[in-house]
């Protein structure tokens, strides 16, 4: 064995998954988990548990699957993550855990995204659950919004032995897991839905179809029906529009609209009568990997799909496995190229786009080199349809229903990244809703803050 090199993972071939919505990788059994486990080298001062937002005992969990004791391995990942089904699945384990991985530096890091998902998947098919705190301490807390941060914070807290309560606008608790990634990525009834059960099984309850804003407020929560603190989990689910000509043509979805229809409606199910446009001419507009997964949803629905991306292959927001995936399975990369108009037909239908040539000039705040257009570049291409995947940001119902409770100019919950505390009492916050969009397992660090923030709130520290 190459101890430079990670166990393969096995993976649908490219071909067979481009027509279906069945999970892309297949993970490691037993042997193979092993196998990677064993290129760990059980750092002292590890640096992976410093590049994890949850700080799971990563050498802890991997030495316990080194020696085949799969059950204490979920049980230490247990101890710091709700999630470890999904974020051994979606969380981008280059740039986090694995980017400082000690092995990395003279070869390939261990794949402790990828062990994460066997634990939890060996743990889910052993019946192996996480135990409830039978020691209530009878306070209430309320959280509204059952994603990632949500979840996270919940669960933190039902541990502590919090009387907790999950507020959830739709009609499936779940968040961003359940309507935004897709099934091929997340399996919805196999994993995401387990994971919750998980989370209820700690004792806390999930109240669906809650509109807080509307449903009722969180004062109401605070002031009538004895919550002693909160938790803003809300997400960012506001999408973002270019406003060039022709964008309110029919044939024209945010990702956020596409990937919902297909995820909680079940588009991607035969027996499913889902009313979502099954184009034959697709173009995804952005680099991200929500505009990858529209992109790749497009395509397991029969359409020729595009991605177009005013900057170059090398700016690309998006995982580079997730490029990758895409690329494999024939989407079509328009890379330094930006739409000007949206072009309809006499009936109100998308017919086309027309797009201008870009070139890289000098770098933004950020650091990324700003896109310029090249003049007399314009081109059109022809489609039926088109996604915007341009980012998203918080709706403003809860913030403009809850008094004292202070926003930004991008009308984001303001909280503290240390501990999510708002600038209303008892009133905590964290996950897209402060950042804007941003990745589940930061989303889960910061619902992890505010479980902690909550616990000193309410002890008084």
């Known amino acids: 064995m190459d101890v430079l090199k990670k166990v393969p993972v096995r993976e649908q071939e490219p071909a067979v998954r481009a027509k279906n919505f069945e999970e892309v990788c297949l993970g490691y059994n037993e042997e193979e988990?092993?196998?990677?486990?064993?290129?760990?080298l059980g750092c002292k001062n590890a640096q992976c548990i410093k590049g994890c937002p949850v700080a799971i005992d990563i050498p802890g969990f991997v030495s316990r699957i080194k020696e085949g004791e799969f059950e204490k391995a979920y049980e230490v990942i247990s101890e710091s993550s709700a999630l470890p089904a999904v974020c051994g699945r979606v969380c981008p384990q280059e740039s986090q855990c694995e980017g400082k991985c000690i092995r990395g530096f003279k070869g390939e890091p261990v794949s402790i995204g990828k062990l994460e998902r066997f634990t939890?998947?060996?743990a889910r098919e052993h019946g192996i659950v996480p135990k409830k705190n039978e020691n209530g301490n009878g306070r209430k807390v309320?959280?509204?919004g059952s994603g990632p941060a949500g979840l996270t914070c919940a669960g933190d807290l039902a541990r502590i032995g919090y009387d907790v309560t999950i507020f959830e606008a739709l009609h499936e608790p779940g968040g961003v897991l359940i309507y935004g990634i897709p099934e091929f990525r997340l399996p919805k009834?196999?994993?995401?839905?387990?994971?919750?059960?998980?989370?209820?099984?700690?004792?806390v309850k999930i109240e669906t179809n809650v509109v807080i804003g509307k449903s009722t407020t969180i004062d109401e929560l605070m002031e009538e029906e004895g919550f002693e603190a909160v938790f803003i989990g809300s997400g960012a689910g506001l999408p973002r529009f270019m406003g060039i000509p022709g964008e309110q043509a029919n044939g024209v979805f945010s990702a956020n609209?596409?990937?919902?229809?297909?995820?909680?409606?079940?588009?991607?199910?035969?027996?499913?009568?889902?009313?979502?446009?099954?184009?034959?001419?697709?173009?995804?507009?952005?680099?991200?990997?929500?505009?990858?997964?529209?992109a790749r949803t497009a395509l397991r629905l029969g359409a020729e799909v595009h991605i177009v991306y005013r900057r170059s292959e090398a700016e690309l927001p998006a995982r580079v496995e997730e490029v990758h995936h895409a690329k494999e399975e024939g989407i079509i990369f328009n890379l330094l190229t930006n739409p000007v108009e949206i072009l309809?037909?006499?009936?109100?239908?998308v017919k086309g786009m027309t797009c201008i040539r870009m070139e890289?000039?000098?770098?933004?705040?950020?650091?990324?080199?700003?896109?310029v257009e090249v003049e007399g570049s314009e081109f059109d291409i022809e489609l039926d349809t088109v996604i915007m995947s341009l980012g998203t940001s918080p709706n403003p119902l809860i913030s403009s229903t809850t008094k004292g409770l202070d926003i930004n100019r991008r009308k984001c919950i303001v909280a503290k990244e240390e501990d999510g505390a708002t600038s209303k009492?008892?009133?905590?916050?964290?996950?897209?809703?402060?950042?804007?969009?941003?990745?589940?397992?930061?989303?889960?660090?910061?619902?992890?803050?505010?479980?902690?923030?909550?616990?000193?709130?309410?002890?008084?520290?």
């Open 33 to 40: 988990a092993v196998k990677e486990a064993e290129r760990c």
């Open 142 to 144: 309320a959280v509204i």
């Open 257 to 294: 609209e596409f990937l919902t229809r297909n995820n909680l409606m079940k588009a991607f199910r035969e027996d499913y009568d889902t009313p979502i446009m099954k184009g034959r001419k697709v173009a995804v507009v952005g680099g991200g990997n929500v505009a990858m997964d529209a």
């Open 425 to 461: 009492p008892g009133v905590f916050a964290g996950g897209d809703a402060v950042t804007g969009a941003a990745t589940v397992i930061l989303a889960m660090g910061a619902g992890k803050a505010a479980a902690k923030g909550i616990h000193e709130y309410l002890s008084g520290k």
């Open 120 to 122: 939890a998947d060996w």
């Open 360 to 371: 890289l000039g000098e770098p933004d705040e950020s650091g990324r080199r700003s896109p």
């Open 344 to 349: 309809v037909d006499d009936n109100g239908w």
């Open 189 to 203: 009834e196999e994993v995401v839905a387990k994971e919750v059960e998980n989370v209820k099984a700690l004792g």
